[in-house]
C-alpha cells in the first residue's frame, strides 16, 4: 500500500511526475478534477467546492464569511478519506500538511529554479520571456501565500518532506523511477489499520466542522467537545447556553454523510456573567 503526497512548484512537472508515479504504482491518482469528484461523492455539496483551490482567500471572504474554514474542512475531510484507502497519489491542496502525522505517508517535493521552468514554460505553452516569468512568479506567490494561511507554513521548507527532487539535475525519468523504488520499500509500505481508522474518524470530524460552521452555529459550537468514534458515533460533550441551540447543532450533525448515531452530554449552562439575573 503506498500513499504519496505530491507538492511542486509551478512548471516544474510535478502533477506529470505524480501521474505517471500512480500509473506504475497501479493506484489512485487525486488531482484537481478527483479531488472534487471525491468531495460529491462524499456528500458534500457542490457549492462547497467554489473556490476550494490553492489560493489565500480574499480579505472580504477572511472578515464577512465563513468559506475559509469551511473550504480547509472540506479539504481536511477529503484528503483524511482518501488516506484511510491506505494507497493514492495527492496532488497539492496541503496534503503534506494534513497526513504530516500518518507515518505511512510519503512527502514529495518537486522543485526547479524560476529560470529553468520559465524556459520549460516559455517551450510548453509558447509564451514570451517576460510573460513566462511573470506567470511563474504569480503563481509561486499564490501557493506561498494559500499554505501560509492555510497552514502558517512555508510551503518550501524541506522538514515538511521526506524527499525533496531537484528536477535539474535527476531529471523526469529518474525522480519518477526513484519515488517508485522509495514507495515500494518496505518502510513506507507498512501501515497500520490503526492508522487508517484514525484517518477514518478525522474525515468525518472535518465534515461535521465544515456542516457547523456553513449552518453559523460556530458561536454555539465553542464550549462543545465533539469526538468521533467508529461506527460514525459522534458524542458531545462540554456545555451549550440554550437548548434549542443544542437540538439544532444535533439536527445538523445528524445529517452529515458518515454519521450514524448523535449522544450528547453537554450541560445546558448560562453564560458567565449572567448568573442570578
Same mark, same amino acid.
Given at each position: 500500500?503506498?500513499?504519496? /503526497? ?8 510535478? !502533477?506529470?511526475? =505524480? %501521474?505517471?508515479?500512480?500509473e !506504475? ?6 488531482d484537481d478534477?478527483?479531488l472534487? *469528484?471525491?468531495?460529491?461523492s462524499?456528500g ?5 467546492l *467554489?473556490?476550494?483551490? *490553492? ?6 471572504d ?26 493514492g ?6 496534503? &503534506?500538511?494534513?497526513? *504530516?502525522?500518518?507515518?505511512? =505517508?510519503?512527502?514529495?517535493m ?6 529553468? @521552468? ?15 516569468? &511573470? ?5 509561486d ?11 502558517? @507554513?512555508?510551503? %518550501?521548507d ?5 524527499i ?9 525519468d529518474?525522480?519518477t523511477?526513484? #519515488?517508485?523504488?522509495?514507495a ?10 490503526? =492508522? #487508517?481508522? !484514525? ?17 453559523h452555529?460556530?458561536? /454555539?459550537?465553542t ?5 468521533? /468514534? ?6 458531545? @460533550?462540554g456545555w ?19 454519521v450514524?448515531e448523535?449522544k450528547?452530554?453537554?450541560?445546558i ?9
Amino acid at each position: 500500500m503506498s500513499l504519496i /503526497t505530491f507538492t511542486s512548484s509551478f512548471g516544474s512537472g510535478g !502533477e506529470m511526475i =505524480a %501521474q505517471k508515479v500512480a500509473e !506504475e504504482l497501479d493506484i489512485d491518482f487525486f488531482d484537481d478534477h478527483r479531488l472534487h *469528484e471525491r468531495v460529491l461523492s462524499m456528500g458534500i455539496s457542490s457549492a462547497d467546492l *467554489e473556490g476550494l483551490d *490553492e489560493r489565500a482567500p480574499r480579505l472580504f471572504d477572511r472578515l464577512f464569511t465563513n468559506k475559509p474554514a469551511i473550504y480547509l474542512d472540506v479539504l481536511g475531510s477529503v484528503v483524511y478519506d482518501i488516506a484511510s484507502q491506505g494507497e493514492g497519489v495527492l496532488v497539492g491542496h496541503g496534503a &503534506q500538511v494534513f497526513l *504530516e502525522d500518518f507515518h505511512c =505517508a510519503l512527502h514529495v517535493m518537486i522543485h526547479a529554479s524560476a529560470e529553468a @521552468r520559465n524556459k520549460w514554460i516559455r517551450k510548453d505553452q509558447n509564451l514570451g520571456e517576460d510573460a513566462a516569468l &511573470q506567470l511563474v512568479h504569480k503563481m509561486d506567490k499564490r501557493l506561498h501565500d494559500f499554505v501560509r494561511y492555510a497552514f502558517e @507554513r512555508d510551503w %518550501q521548507d524541506s522538514s515538511g518532506y521526506d524527499i525533496v527532487i531537484n528536477l535539474e539535475k535527476v531529471g523526469v525519468d529518474w525522480a519518477t523511477k526513484l #519515488i517508485i523504488d522509495l514507495a515500494r520499500s518496505d518502510e513506507i509500505k507498512e501501515c497500520s489499520m490503526k =492508522a #487508517i481508522e !484514525e484517518m477514518e474518524l478525522s474525515s468525518l470530524k472535518r465534515k461535521v466542522d465544515a456542516a457547523v460552521i456553513k449552518s453559523h452555529l460556530s458561536s /454555539t459550537y465553542t464550549g462543545i467537545n465533539v469526538d468521533v /468514534t467508529g461506527g460514525g458515533n459522534i458524542y458531545l @460533550r462540554g456545555w451549550i447556553s440554550d437548548k434549542n441551540d443544542l437540538d439544532r447543532l444535533i439536527s445538523v450533525i445528524k445529517e452529515v454523510p458518515g454519521v450514524s448515531e448523535v449522544k450528547s452530554e453537554a450541560v445546558i449552562m448560562a453564560p458567565s456573567g449572567f448568573w442570578g439575573a
